[in-house]
C-alpha cells in the first residue's frame, strides 16, 4: 500500500483498489451503521469521502482531528468516489470544546478567520487561496523562463530608497554587545553595523538593471516592504513583487506588452490548473471577459479627461475610486501612461517629446486599481545625474556609463494580482501570514 495526496487518488481513479490517506476531517456524519468522514489533506479542493463501519470508529475521530486511513476504492451509488475504510488511526485528536474556532456548519468570514493566522489555512476559503498563490507562481516562472528571463535574487538589506517615498524600515542590530564592540571603530548608533544606513528593499529595480546591463532580460519574486501607515485592503508592510527588467526596451508599447502577454498567460495557466479552488474561493468566479481583448491605454491627461467627464477632479494623483473608475469605464485593464515628472521616481525617462513627463505606466484592474507600476528607465547621464536622490547612488549612475542600453520594467505586486485573480476584496487573505501596522504577532 502507497501513500499518495489526495488529488492523486481523484486523478487517477482505479476503483477496487486500496489506499492509503493521511489528512484532516472536515466534516463527519455519523449514521446507525457508519460514519461518514470528509478527509482534506490540503493537495486540492475536492475532499475524499471515507465510509467507515461504526465498530472501527475510534472516540476521537472528530471534525478537525488528523488521521491515517487505508481501506479500498469504491463508486457511491451516486457515482461519487469514496474510500471504504479498513483501518482508522487518529494521529491528534481536536477537542472542538477547548478553543477550536472553526466548526463545520458555519462559512466562517474572512475578519474573522485573521484572528486565527496559525491555524485559518484549515479554513477551506484560505487553504484555496494558498493553492492558487502556489500554483500562480508557478506559472509566472513558467512564463519568464519561456521568454528567455533570468531569475536574479536582489537583496533584501539596502542601503537605497528606490522608490525615494521614505517609507523605508530601518534595520539596525539588536544585540547590545555587538553595538558596543562596533561603535568603538567610531561609528553612529544608526550605520554602526554596515557603515551605512540600512532598509529592508522597498524595491529590487536598481539591483536588476545593473544586472540586465550586462545579461539581458531579468526577473525577481521576491518579499519587499513598506512602511506605509496604512491598514486599508490594499496596503501591507510586507508583500512579494515580482519586478521584471526588459534589455534593448526603447518604448513603453514594447513594456506594456510584456505585461499584457504575462498577466493573460499566468490567468489562463491558472484557471486551467486551479478551476475548482478558484470557485471554491468565489462560487459567482470565473476567467474575466478582458482574457479576450486587449488593455486599454490612456495617457495621463486623457484620463483625467475622462474622470472630469464623470464629475470627478484631479488633484495630481489618481486616487483608487478614481483607478476604479477608469476601469469601469473602459471594461478591460487600463495603462495609464505619460505622468507628470514630479509626481513620480528619480528614475523615470523623461517623454522625448515634453519634457514635464515621464514614461511610466501603471496598470489598473478590478479590485484593485493599480496592480502594476513600471516605466522606461532615464538613460540620459546627465539627466539621471541632476535627479539623483543621494550620492550613495553612484553606482546606479555609473551603469549609464559604460556599455549603457535602453531598459524598461516592472512591478506588479502578487497579492494584488491574487485578488484580482481569486475576487478577493483584502489583501491580507491573500498570503499566509500577513504583515501590517500593529500585526506582526506570529
Ligand atoms: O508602484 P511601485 O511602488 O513600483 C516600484 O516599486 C518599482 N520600483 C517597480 C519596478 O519598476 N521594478 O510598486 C509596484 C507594485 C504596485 O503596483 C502594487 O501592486 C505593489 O507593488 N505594492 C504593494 N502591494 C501591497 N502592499 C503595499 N504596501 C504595496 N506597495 C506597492
Ligand atoms: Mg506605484
Known amino acids: 500500500r502507497k501513500y499518495s495526496p489526495i488529488s492523486a487518488v481523484f486523478e487517477k481513479v ?14 463527519l456524519r455519523v449514521q446507525k451503521e457508519l460514519v461518514f468522514a470528509d478527509v482534506s489533506d490540503g493537495s486540492c479542493a475536492k475532499k475524499l469521502q471515507i465510509v467507515i463501519p461504526k465498530n472501527l470508529k475510534p472516540d476521537s475521530l472528530t471534525y478537525g482531528s488528523s488521521v491515517h486511513i487505508t481501506g479500498k476504492l469504491t463508486k457511491s451509488p451516486r457515482g461519487q468516489l469514496e474510500l471504504v475504510a479498513d483501518n482508522v488511526n487518529v494521529l491528534g485528536s481536536c477537542v472542538v470544546l477547548d478553543g477550536y474556532p472553526f466548526n463545520p456548519r458555519t462559512t466562517h468570514p474572512p475578519d474573522y478567520t485573521r484572528q486565527y493566522l496559525h491555524l485559518r489555512s484549515r479554513t477551506n476559503y484560505i487553504s484555496a487561496i494558498l493553492r492558487v498563490r502556489s500554483s500562480l507562481t508557478k506559472h509566472i516562472s513558467d512564463y519568464f523562463a519561456a521568454n528567455n528571463y533570468l531569475n536574479i535574487h536582489t537583496p533584501i538589506l539596502t542601503s537605497n530608497d528606490c522608490e525615494g517615498a521614505g517609507e523605508v524600515f530601518k534595520v539596525q542590530p539588536e544585540n547590545e554587545e555587538t553595538i558596543k564592540a562596533m561603535m568603538q571603530e567610531g561609528r553612529d548608533k544608526d550605520t554602526v553595523y554596515f557603515g551605512t544606513k540600512t532598509f529592508l ?78 470557485i471554491l474561493i468565489d462560487k ?3 476567467p474575466p471577459s478582458w482574457l479576450e481583448q486587449k488593455f486599454v491605454t490612456l495617457t495621463y491627461d486623457e484620463a483625467k479627461i475622462v474622470l472630469q467627464k464623470k464629475g470627478m477632479t484631479v488633484i495630481d494623483d489618481i486616487n ?43 496598470l489598473l484592474t478590478p479590485i484593485t486599481g493599480e496592480v502594476v507600476g513600471g516605466s522606461l528607465r532615464e538613460d540620459n547621464y546627465e539627466r539621471l545625474k541632476s535627479k539623483l536622490p543621494s550620492e550613495r547612488l553612484n553606482w546606479y549612475l555609473d551603469l549609464r556609463k559604460f556599455g549603457n542600453i535602453p531598459t524598461g520594467g516592472f512591478g506588479l505586486g502578487l497579492e494584488r494580482l491574487l485578488q484580482v485573480l481569486c475576487g478577493v476584496s483584502n489583501i491580507k487573505d491573500t498570503l499566509p501570514f500577513p504583515r501590517w501596522p500593529h500585526n506582526c504577532d506570529m
Open 284 to 286: 459567482g468566479n470565473k
Open 320 to 362: 483608487k475610486e478614481q483607478e476604479l473608475m477608469l476601469v469601469e469605464y473602459c471594461k478591460a485593464p487600463v495603462f495609464v501612461t505619460r505622468w507628470p515628472k514630479d509626481m513620480k521616481s528619480f528614475y523615470m525617462k523623461e517623454c522625448v517629446d515634453d519634457n514635464t513627463k515621464v514614461d511610466a505606466l501603471d
Open 14 to 27: 482505479n476503483v477496487g483498489e486500496v489506499a492509503e490517506v493521511k489528512g484532516w476531517v472536515k466534516n
Open 201 to 278: 528593499t522597498v524595491s529590487g529595480q536598481l539591483h536588476l538593471e545593473a544586472i540586465c546591463r550586462s545579461m539581458g532580460n531579468v526577473y525577481t519574486l521576491g518579499p519587499t516592504f513598506r512602511a506605509e501607515n496604512s491598514r486599508s485592503r490594499l496596503h501591507l508592510s510586507e508583500f512579494y513583487m515580482l519586478e521584471a527588467e526588459v534589455a534593448f526596451c526603447h518604448t513603453l508599447e514594447q513594456l506594456q506588452a510584456v505585461i499584457e502577454g504575462l498577466l493573460q498567460y499566468v490567468f489562463i495557466q491558472t484557471w486551467n490548473s486551479n478551476e475548482a479552488d478558484l
